[in-house]
């Protein structure tokens, strides 16, 4: 894993302002790599986003997502069950049949979606994603220990925001693994010395 400061910046020309300035302090060309960051909400969720992970199956879904999905289940058979059998006793045709299982397995869902609401309303929460990075250009420097402090002021005294320190693979002059809904972790040591 390689060491990287990053900041952010608004516009593109600030961006490279702020690469060159690096480059003229001994940075060389494949250490730093500019890039945009879309804006919150804006980051492909599904597989053919290179950034992420495979979408959740019933296996690797909380728990209570299990618990939906046996709850709309048993409300489903029994529905179908139930209809059936109150139009049986009723009707006796087999298309009358087949019907009232079909719309007693659908209010059977429902009843048991509505169940599970009830019972867990706040389940939903369990399965969103928090995107706390802001929008804007990136200017990620692959540093060492002994340089991570002064690629970081120079990114903050060229009106780089929130500047940042991660690790993470370094390859081909970028930040491979960069994934753009993980939290920056701030580089607190040059905010303290920014105070």
């Not at 020309?13 to 940075?27: S, T, W, Y």
């Not at 990075?133 to 780089?160: F, K, W, Y």
Request: glycine share 10%.
């Amino acid at each position: 894993m390689s060491l990287i400061v990053a900041g952010r910046f608004t516009i593109f020309p600030a961006a490279e302002d702020a690469a060159q300035k690096l480059f003229d302090n001994g940075f060389l060309g494949e250490d730093v790599s500019l890039f945009f960051v879309n804006p919150r909400g804006q980051h492909a969720l599904h597989p053919l986003d290179e950034h992420a992970g495979a979408p959740p199956t019933i296996s690797s879904a909380p728990p209570s997502l299990h618990r939906h999905h046996q709850a709309m289940t048993i409300g489903a058979v029994a529905g179908a069950v139930i209809g059936a059998a109150i139009f049986t006793l009723f009707a006796g045709s087999m298309p009358v049949v087949v019907i009232a299982a079909g719309v007693g397995a659908y209010l059977g869902l429902l009843g048991g979606r509505m169940m599970h609401a009830r019972s867990a309303p706040h389940a939903h929460h369990d399965v969103i994603h928090h995107k706390l990075r802001n929008s804007g250009v990136l200017v990620a420097v692959h540093v060492c220990p002994e340089t991570q402090m002064e690629a970081a002021r120079i990114l903050r005294d060229a009106g780089g925001a929130e500047i940042e320190r991660a690790t993470g693979r370094w390859q081909r002059g970028k930040w491979a693994d960069f994934d753009p809904r993980q939290t920056p972790v701030p580089l607190t040591e040059l905010n303290q010395q920014q105070g």
